[in-house]
């Protein structure tokens, strides 16, 4: 198997603060890092355990269904993300390549049979998931 754990799940907020307070406050989890674009704050990442995280984007900018929150993506971390990435090609299945995300990890994506996207993650030592600094968002 390729994958080592899943590393986050990646969901829509219509209110960031009350999804920290849920996440935070009611689960207990521990506020990780924060994303930021354009100088405000876009998104944080909720610490859910053994460098597991709920990653929690606002909706601003994106398609919401009924106001309902939704899951944008899915993330597995791998040990070799090039080997990931070949393992993967060799099985005929389609997959980006590899990049430098703003949270300093590697990262490539490709997608499920019904089109939820799911990304390949490998931290490096100056991951803001290990760092905590904040990932400046540039999508």
Known sequence: MITKRLAHINILANDLAAAEQFYCGVLGMERGFDFIKNGSLFGFYAKAGNDTYVEVFTTEGHEVDNG???????????ED??????????????????????DNA??????????????????????SHFTGAPCPVTW
């Open 68 to 78: 309902r929150p939704l899951m944008k993506h899915l993330c597995f971390e791998v």
């Open 81 to 102: 993300l090039d080997s990931a990435i070949a393992a993967i090609r060799a099985k005929g299945w389609p997959i980006g390549d590899k990049k430098l995300g703003g």
């Open 106 to 127: 590697w990262q490539a994506w490709t997608a499920d049979p019904s089109g939820i996207p799911i990304e390949l993650m490998q931290y490096t030592a100056q991951s």
